[in-house]
């Protein structure tokens, strides 16, 4: 087929935007459910927390939920049943209210005092009618703060969830659970722990290989491009140690060079090509895992199984 750019551009942003539901991910959003939907019955809410490493899909995750509880524009201003923000470095308290604050739309968010900015905070959860906070980025606060700046910014969130009784989801990296443990307090109102793991194809090469097969299936191409089929998924797995960032950063590049190519498939010289380009760098594997032949992959492989034993 001739390149057409309207015609890339529009099957690029179709491919940006596939999203797949895989079993944990379905898991996690039905916790998120939880909170929201038990926490009003509760004598106190229902929180949760959210870790995982850079990359692995929990900010997608947050996406989601928000997109199945959605703003809406009443003639009483605006509902925001799902809010939320991000935590700002450096963390301190009032820095914690503005991030709230901005993300409900309260314009100078960083104006005033701590007690000023608490008491705006408390009003328009209130008048937004908030039913559950969601703060991103939380190992922040564990990364670059003092122990006694955690225990304060912990001890405010504490205080929020008890005067607010709106439960608060809190997302991280894994160093983000240490918060959990400098305040006890805060700890037990978090008994809904979920971690987002990598896709680990040596472990369980059934979910990386759904995983390849729902992409290829998603992906606007005439023919399949054969993600599973031989030592793919092998390379796959290497080249992008089963994260998903990595993971749909390779397919996105190289559905851009097949379609502007005018392929009917992605090929795997575009893979080589993108790993190459994008990924390599990152990864400093020992050699370009969408090349060589499969009994290469296959002792590469075994090498890997024989590491971990
Ligand atoms: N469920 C998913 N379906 C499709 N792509 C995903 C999914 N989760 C993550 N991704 C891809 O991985 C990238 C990184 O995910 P992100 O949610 O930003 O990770 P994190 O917040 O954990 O660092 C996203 O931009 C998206 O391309
Ligand atoms: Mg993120």
Not at 81 to 98: C, D, H, K, R, Y
Not at 122 to 140: G, S
Request: glycine share 6%; proline share 6%.
């Amino acid at each position: 087929m001739k390149y057409d750019p309207k015609r890339v551009h529009v099957l690029l942003k179709k491919i940006a935007a596939i999203r797949i539901r895989y079993p944990l991910f379905i898991a996690i959003l039905a916790d998120m459910d939880r909170c929201l939907a038990e926490s009003p019955d509760l004598r106190e809410p229902l929180c949760m927390l959210i870790t995982g490493d850079t990359g692995v899909g929990k900010s997608t995750l947050i996406d989601t939920f928000k997109q199945l509880h959605p703003k809406q524009n009443t003639v009483e201003g605006t509902e925001i049943p799902v809010l939320e923000a991000s935590l700002q470095l450096p963390v301190t308290i009032g820095g914690l209210f503005s991030s709230i604050l901005d993300a409900m739309g309260a314009p100078y968010a960083d104006r005033g005092t701590v007690e000023f900015k608490r008491r705006r905070l408390m009003e328009l959860l209130k008048r937004c009618r908030v039913q559950l906070v969601i703060l991103d980025e939380f190992q922040h606060l564990v990364e670059r703060g003092t122990r006694q700046r955690i225990e304060a910014v912990a001890d405010a969130i504490k205080s929020l969830i008890n005067h607010s009784g709106i439960p608060f989801i809190l997302v991280g990296m894994p160093t983000a659970h240490a918060v959990l443990e400098y305040s006890p307090q805060l700890a037990g109102r978090f008994p809904l722990r979920r971690d987002l793991p990598s896709f680990n194809w040596l472990e369980r090469p059934a979910d990386f290989e759904r995983l390849l097969t729902f992409f290829e299936q998603a992906l606007p191409f005439e023919k399949p491009s054969g993600f599973c089929d031989d030592t793919l998924p092998a390379r796959f797995y290497l080249a992008t140690g089963g994260n998903f960032r990595a993971f749909t950063t390779l397919i996105y590049d190289a559905s851009r060079t097949a379609l502007m190519r005018g392929g009917v498939r992605i090929e795997r010289e575009q893979l080589i090509r993108s790993y190459h380009s994008l990924l390599s760098a990152n990864r400093k594997l020992r050699a370009n895992p969408f090349l060589g032949d499969d009994s290469a992959i296959e002792r590469w492989i075994d090498q890997l199984r024989g590491k971990r034993q």
